[in-house]
């Protein structure tokens, strides 16, 4: 028996993410030069003193099962409980894929029924975040609460791609829309949930048995409780937290790691974030480098100029090539000479000799066609290629 245990969604396709989800699931996706996606709501879960998660996969599992594992980095190889990936199966009247959030859980009841648990946590994937589970498990005891939605306060601009809702002065909820257009708050939900099971359960059976209902948590379980009267409370979140969902906000979170006015301490003592060991060498950083202001990490070979980037296990950056404020995946090379600037290169691709990959805003002619360029795993550019600003550079076998 366990009193908590976490299902974390990871089963998405993750297509806003384009060539970077071409061959892999979104919480595969390395982040950070050494970690993938997936580990911080793991490592998250481990810290919390939670020893039983279940792992929903369904979208190019073959990496992420991969990574995952037996559990063992994120100390989750355990007799009772530990990490246990949940695809969907073959069942007696059929198989289904996961169709949303709530049926992938309701797909997995009798997994979550053999550990009677008295809360369960539902968490997501593809966000970056320090958070103690603990804690808001906690404050859903201390209020009798049937359910706790954690939240964050965001601009009013960016409102309408979240959950947004209401509270009162003892931040119970009194309103939730799933991404309304005309958002009437900026607290939005940040995707991780803590229920009483018992009563999680009994809206998963009453949602699966309703032929209209699109079978999620934030446009179906969520309003169904709250208009029913459940006693719901918003539990708020301050520290950093970043949805990657797109290619911008994933830049955007890497570069903040080598940000010095962000607050997000990744080398914190108290809090790690554990990940699988590659068994790579150290780095090494030729007599030629010049590397400012960035991340590189076991196993990457510099003897180029790196400014402002991130630079993954394996990679490596040969003489007289150029990364700035880039993100370089795992395996990859960028031949001497090679340009890459405001680019984003996924895993064991090559850039070619004297290649131009991406370019600085300043530099370009028609600033509203300027983005983040992005090459997708395993391709090779040629030797002098030019690839231009928000280019999505795809491999052969993309899915339409």
Avoid at 215 to 232: C, Q, R, S, V, Y
């Amino acid at each position: 028996m366990k009193e908590t245990i976490a299902m974390l969604l990871a089963g998405g396709q993750g297509s806003r993410l384009y060539a970077l989800t071409q061959t892999v699931a979104k919480p595969a996706v390395p982040y950070g030069g050494k970690y993938r996606i997936i580990d911080f709501p793991l490592s998250n879960c481990i810290n919390s003193g939670i020893d039983t998660v279940g792992v929903l996969t369904q979208y190019r599992p073959l990496e992420l099962n991969a990574y995952l594992g037996d559990g063992r980095p994120w100390d989750l190889d355990r007799l009772s409980g530990g990490l246990h990936i949940l695809p969907p199966y073959q069942k007696a009247d059929g198989s289904d894929w996961y169709v949303g959030t709530a049926n992938a859980i309701y797909q997995n009841i009798e997994f979550i029924e053999q550990y009677e648990p008295s809360y369960v946590l539902i968490l997501s994937g593809d966000h970056i975040y320090k958070m103690n589970y603990a804690k808001m498990v906690a404050n859903l005891k201390e209020k009798d609460a049937d359910c706790l939605i954690s939240v964050i306060d965001v601009p009013l601009e960016e409102a309408s791609r979240f959950g947004i809702m209401t509270i009162d002065d003892n931040n119970r909820i009194i309103q939730f829309e799933e991404k309304p257009e005309h958002p009437s708050s900026t607290l939005a939900s940040m995707g991780i949930y803590v229920f009483k099971w018992d009563i999680l359960k009994r809206y998963l059976l009453q949602d699966a048995h309703n032929s209209n209902s699109s079978n999620d948590f934030g446009k179906d379980i969520i309003p169904a409780m709250l208009a029913a009267g459940e006693n719901m409370y918003a539990y708020e979140f301050e520290g950093y937290w970043k949805d990657v969902g797109t290619i911008d906000s994933l830049w955007e979170a890497n570069m903040d790691l080598i940000n010095p006015n962000v607050p997000f301490d990744l080398w914190n003592d108290d809090w790690k974030v554990y990940c699988r060991n590659s068994g790579n060498p150290p780095q090494y950083i030729g007599s030629n480098a010049v590397v400012e202001n960035s991340i590189s990490t076991a196993g990457s070979y510099i003897d180029g100029t790196v400014d402002f980037s991130v630079i993954c296990e394996g990679v490596r950056i040969e003489e007289n090539a150029v990364v700035r404020d880039s993100i370089i995946m795992p395996g990859c090379v960028i031949k001497s000479g090679a340009v890459v600037q405001y680019s984003i290169i996924a895993e064991k691709s090559v850039i070619g000799h004297n290649a131009r990959i991406g370019e600085r805003p300043e530099e370009t002619h028609n600033i509203d066609e300027w983005g983040i360029a992005v090459i997708a795993a395993h391709l090779e550019i040629p030797d002098g290629s030019v690839i231009a600003p928000k280019a999505m550079v795809y491999g052969n076998d993309k899915e339409e």
